[in-house]
């Protein structure tokens, strides 16, 4: 896919704003115009934490995303308030083990993981936004997973490198 609007979210604290810079800086390494803007809730952890990260070979007109192409939820509220917002035929990504309903839209393609089980059996579930982020760079194909990995590389803390490739590829794996 060439374009992408993609809206990450959940509780602060979850990695969103983390998840969502390293699929930008992945952006840039391949040469797409990237846009990353994070929206926080009025108390960082805990309170909800959005953003909005555009990547295309086209110029980006405005980084606000309106009508996404994906979106990833690591909570209920935030399939509740972003469900509406993805395009028709476009891709939902979310965590089961902490969105407890069933999506209402039947015109967009669901990818359901439970990626703080994943997580924890991985060591921590500070990784399970990084569960997610792998299931959606493999179905969109925006970036390649080598580009995302060194990504990871160059702007992620070493010590958490080889944890954080396990997650995104234990995500991908759910993806068919």
Known sequence: MANQEIVFAG???QGILSMAKFLAYAGMDANLNVSWL???GPEMRGGTANCSVILTDEAIGSPIVT???SVVVMNRPSLDKFEKAIVAGGLLILDSDLVNRVPDRRDI???SIPAQTIAEEL???TIANMVL???LVKKTGIVTMETLLQSL???GKEKFYEMNKLALEKGASYVK
Do not use: Q
């Open 11 to 13: 509780f602060g604290g």
């Open 38 to 40: 994070p929206s926080y």
């Open 67 to 69: 009508r996404a192409t």
């Open 109 to 111: 393609e669901v990818i």
């Open 123 to 125: 060591g921590t579930k």
């Open 133 to 135: 982020l792998g299931a």
């Open 153 to 155: 590389k160059d702007h």
